[in-house]
């Protein structure tokens, strides 16, 4: 990914995992009696082009109340968060909030995106390392759910910035091990910014995740299309439809794609039966109240330092700092 065009402060790091991956995940997810595949393989070029438009969507608040918050906010993140910090942006997508920070931090010492979708983050980290010639900018190309080791700068606290709510796509005992897994990284005096979606009613939730354009419901279908493309599929997408429903026992946005028959589909050569209205899962999107998700993260060894909310409750934005005494232990 490193071409001549390049400027002197970006650096890729390809910690893809590959792309069998994706066959295993699929065939592995379609074979189970409750069938789902892992939210993360949305993220192809095209869906990635999607998701995008999905946060233009007028039923879709997140980012925009998320951007509004970032905006208001930055002046008092920053100046919590110090000078000299190397920023770490999980799933930075178009990197729009991650600099939005970057402009407010006092002389930040790097910026690290993280991103599964190759094309997103290249495009988006090359344009900052562009825009902010003094600053190093190393592109992570990653599924940043699993381990692997951060290419950083040695000087400064390390924040890591997770915004969009993606946290809410892991269930609750995931985000707690999601950021219990990161506090151990970050180190004495690191920090955590989430940007955190919060419950509220099902009509506004489930709006928000069926938009009346079907842009979502592209994004989902786009999966299937993946499949087919890359995996051998032959899937049908007009024999499927998309499924938003909110579960008030999880507090999540349950997404699916639902079978409209009885039929049978290839991938990779082997064969799938789906029944009428049989279901994949691909997706849940979970909800926090403010207090809820402090506890939390309180639970992963973090100390709740400041959250920021609209004027409508509808996102929240919580700095957390790596706390002194570690977690009580985890059951599993
Ligand atoms: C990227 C996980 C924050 O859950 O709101 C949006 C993904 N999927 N619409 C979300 C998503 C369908 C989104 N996150």
């Known amino acids: 990914m490193s071409d001549l065009k390049s400027p002197a402060n970006f650096h890729w790091h390809d910690r893809d995992p590959g792309p069998e991956l994706f066959s295993h995940a699929v065939l592995e997810g379609l074979g189970r009696t409750d069938k789902a595949v892992p939210f993360r393989f949305l993220y ?16 879709y608040y997140i980012t ?21 910090v190397r920023l770490v942006e999980f799933g930075s997508g178009e990197s729009r909030k991650g600099r939005l920070l970057l402009e407010a931090l006092e ?16 495009a988006a980290a090359r344009q900052a390392a562009l825009d902010y010639p003094g600053l190093p900018v190393h592109a992570v190309w990653a599924d940043f759910r699993t381990g692997f080791r951060l290419p950083l700068p040695d000087q400064g606290r390390i924040a890591g910035f997770f915004p969009g709510s993606s946290i809410g796509n892991f269930t609750r005992p995931q985000a707690r091990h999601f950021l219990a897994g990161w506090r151990d990284c970050l180190g004495e005096g690191g920090a955590m910014i989430v940007g955190v979606d919060l419950i509220k009613p099902v009509a506004e939730l489930e709006a928000a995740y069926d938009d009346r354009a079907g842009v979502t419901a592209a994004f989902t279908l786009n999966l299937l299309r993946r499949i087919n493309r890359e995996l051998d599929g032959d899937f ?10 909110y579960n008030p026992s999880t507090f999540a946005i349950d997404i699916h794609l639902v079978s409209r028959c009885r039929q049978t589909v290839t991938v990779c050569g082997q064969a799938f039966d789906f029944d009428c209205g049989e279901r994949i899962h691909v997706e849940s999107s979970h909800k926090y109240d403010v207090e809820g998700f402090q506890a939390l993260a309180e639970a992963a060894g973090f100390s709740p330092q400041a959250v920021w909310t609209d004027k409508n409750h509808r996102f929240s934005i919580h700095f957390l700092t790596v706390a002194e005494i570690s977690p009580s232990p985890v059951d599993a």
């Open 236 to 245: 049908q997408l007009s024999a499927f439809r998309h499924e938003a429903h």
């Open 64 to 84: 925009r109340t998320e951007l509004c918050l970032l905006e208001d906010k930055a002046a008092e993140i920053a100046d919590i968060a110090g000078p000299s």
């Open 44 to 59: 192809d070029k095209t869906g990635s082009d999607l998701f995008e438009q999905i946060c233009r969507q007028p039923e």
């Open 107 to 122: 002389d930040p010492a790097a910026y690290i995106p993280v991103d599964i979708s190759k094309a997103a983050l290249g």
